[in-house]
């Protein structure tokens, strides 16, 4: 494996715009929609707050990277992509008059943050959109890791969940039924590490046991619900690259045999 390089990271969710909002403690109850400068407002009618989160977390970590938002691979991974959308369509089936709006239907796809990025920046570079429930966040570093090893250049993996709406709205966590508050996360990983990068990844290995979640100093910015998405599992990694601690990060935790990035310095 090449040595790879961590230029880039984001995070937003409600009540926090952007990482350094989030490490500082600013929250901010009028943050409650993401911005998603990365596509026009045009093409975001009828878009899930799901579909807005993946964008602005992936044109956050981006910009931070200084890289170039038309040609950077993007890797969209979340544990149930456009639930929203598509509960309102089964409402509409079910309870209302059947008539599907053709506008919430094409965003109900799962891919629907990664077409709407690609169409907005104009993108024709390597784009997917991946699932894998509680363990989405590694689901995509692999892949980015993979894609840019093989390729070269740079991928963005955006990780987002947002709220799960009624009837569906708990999900079950150590026997209990729980509510998931929404998050989402940006990564840029680079072949090339340009003038500030954040870490270096010397190689990739997985874990032969399942590892605890770790103490975080991001905890007290945490609620229950935030602990239950996926997204949550990313932050032990950006706490050990943003205070420079080199080491094994696991990409997954209370998961068997996750996999974990050896982190050394630039």
């Given at each position: ?203 990739v290995t997985q874990l032969e046991q399942a590892m605890p979640l770790p103490e975080r100093a991001f905890d007290r910015l ?45």
């Amino acid at each position: 494996m090449r040595p790879l390089y961590v230029t880039g990271l984001s995070l937003w969710a409600p009540g926090w715009a952007s990482l350094d909002a989030f490490v500082s403690g600013a929250h901010d109850a009028s943050v409650e929609d993401a911005p998603c400068t990365w596509v026009p407002s045009r093409l975001l009618r009828g878009s899930s707050r799901l579909t807005r989160m993946f964008g602005e977390a992936a044109a956050q970590a981006v910009t931070a990277a200084g890289r170039d938002p038309k040609t950077v691979a993007t890797i969209y991974t979340s544990s149930y992509g456009e639930i929203e959308t598509m509960v309102l369509l089964l409402d509409v089936i079910f309870r209302g008059d059947g008539q599907l709006s053709p506008m919430r239907f094409k965003n109900s796809v799962h891919n629907a943050g990664s077409g709407l990025g690609s169409i907005g920046q104009g993108n024709t570079s390597f784009s997917t959109a991946l699932a894998a429930g509680a363990r989405s966040f590694e689901a995509g570093m692999l892949e980015a890791i993979a894609l840019v090893n093989e390729r070269g250049g740079d991928a963005v993996v955006s990780c987002a969940d947002d709220a799960i709406p009624a009837p569906l709205s708990h999900v079950e966590n150590g026997g209990r039924l729980e509510r998931r508050d929404g998050l989402s996360v940006g990564l840029v990983i680079s072949a090339d590490p340009g003038s500030t990068p954040l870490a270096r990844i010397a190689k990739v290995t997985q874990l032969e046991q399942a590892m605890p979640l770790p103490e975080r100093a991001f905890d007290r910015l945490l609620s229950p619900g935030h602990h239950l998405n996926p997204a949550a599992h990313a932050l032990p990694l950006f706490e050990a690259i943003r205070s420079g601690r080199e080491g094994t990060v696991a990409l997954a935790f209370d998961a068997a045999a996750p996999y974990a990035l050896e982190l050394t310095r630039v």
